[in-house]
């Protein structure tokens, strides 16, 4: 024994940063390399508004202002989706949490299960970049990767290079106005998560901009050293 503690409970990795910051392209990328689950609630909010839930049409109008929806219908969403079985073999949470409640919910959830935080990693973007990722921001619908009209271009244009559909998706809420608000709403409430994680030890910072795939490489680094 050499005393260090040993956990083989599943690795649970969080990704902060602002709207357009890469979250959903490295959690993707996270997916594919370490076989995690990527946790969108912001894909899980979406769903619930398509499928016209009642969570979804108390969420709609909050999200297409660009607020953030009540800690109560985010957690009942994610609280859902986590206790679904392919999560057993570890999540990386994308967007979530965005709030002090919602991180403190987190840790108890957690600790109920006997697993913890292995990272949380916070990408770095500044704000120019941040609004020009997503105001080329569109998504397949047929595999939900993402793409961007100048910065990650389909090879073939209006093509999936994954899965060849040519239904592709813009976000209503990725528009000029509704940025500035998201910002703020990030600003606010979601950036005193970063002392949040710092005070607990499992902060990680990573340069978020330039290359996707050196970008990429960063993180991996990152969970590599915190879940071996
Ligand atoms: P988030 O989930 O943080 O809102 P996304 O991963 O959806 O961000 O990225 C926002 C947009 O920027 C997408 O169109 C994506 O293709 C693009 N993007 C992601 N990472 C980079 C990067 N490093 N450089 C340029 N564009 C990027
Ligand atoms: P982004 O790409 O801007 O980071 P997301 O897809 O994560 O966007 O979220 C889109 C919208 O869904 C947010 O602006 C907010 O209204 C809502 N949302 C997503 N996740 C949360 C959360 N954890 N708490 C509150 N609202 C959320
Ligand atoms: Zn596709």
């Given at each position: 024994m050499d005393g260090s503690k040993h956990t083989d409970t599943a690795p649970v990795l969080i990704l902060l940063g602002p709207p357009g910051a890469g979250k959903g392209t490295q959690a993707r990328v996270l997916q594919e390399k370490f076989g995690l689950v990527q946790l969108s609630t912001g894909d899980l909010l979406r769903a619930a508004v398509a499928a016209g839930t009642e969570a979804g049409k108390?969420?709609?109008?909050?999200?297409?202002?660009?607020?953030?929806?009540?800690?109560e219908i985010v957690l009942a969403v994610l609280s859902d989706r986590l206790a679904e079985a392919?999560?057993?073999?570890?999540?990386?949470?994308?967007?979530?949490?965005?709030?002090?409640?919602?991180?403190?919910?987190?840790?108890?959830?957690?600790?109920v299960s006997g697993q913890?935080?292995?990272?949380?990693?916070?990408?770095?973007?500044?704000?120019?970049?941040?609004?020009?990722?997503?105001?080329?921001?569109?998504?397949?619908t047929g595999c939900g990767e993402g793409y961007h009209d100048s910065f990650k271009p389909t090879k073939v244009d209006g093509?999936?290079?994954?899965?060849?559909?040519?239904?592709?998706?813009?976000?209503?809420?990725?528009?000029?106005?509704?940025?500035?608000?998201?910002?703020?709403?990030?600003?606010?409430?979601?950036?005193p998560l970063i002392s949040y994680y710092a005070d607990k030890g499992a902060l990680q910072r990573v340069d978020a901009m330039g290359d996707i795939d050196a970008i990429g490489e960063r993180i991996a680094q990152i969970v590599s050293s915190v879940t071996a």
């Amino acid at each position: 024994m050499d005393g260090s503690k040993h956990t083989d409970t599943a690795p649970v990795l969080i990704l902060l940063g602002p709207p357009g910051a890469g979250k959903g392209t490295q959690a993707r990328v996270l997916q594919e390399k370490f076989g995690l689950v990527q946790l969108s609630t912001g894909d899980l909010l979406r769903a619930a508004v398509a499928a016209g839930t009642e969570a979804g049409k108390q969420a709609k109008a909050v999200m297409e202002a660009g607020g953030l929806v009540s800690d109560e219908i985010v957690l009942a969403v994610l609280s859902d989706r986590l206790a679904e079985a392919d999560c057993a073999s570890g999540v990386v949470l994308d967007g979530f949490p965005r709030t002090t409640g919602q991180a403190e919910a987190l840790d108890g959830m957690l600790a109920v299960s006997g697993q913890r935080i292995n990272a949380a990693i916070a990408l770095e973007v500044d704000n120019v970049k941040m609004v020009l990722r997503i105001a080329g921001r569109f998504t397949c619908t047929g595999c939900g990767e993402g793409y961007h009209d100048s910065f990650k271009p389909t090879k073939v244009d209006g093509v999936c290079d994954g899965c060849g559909s040519s239904d592709m998706t813009r976000r209503a809420d990725d528009n000029a106005q509704t940025v500035m608000s998201r910002l703020d709403a990030y600003q606010l409430q979601t950036e005193p998560l970063i002392s949040y994680y710092a005070d607990k030890g499992a902060l990680q910072r990573v340069d978020a901009m330039g290359d996707i795939d050196a970008i990429g490489e960063r993180i991996a680094q990152i969970v590599s050293s915190v879940t071996a």
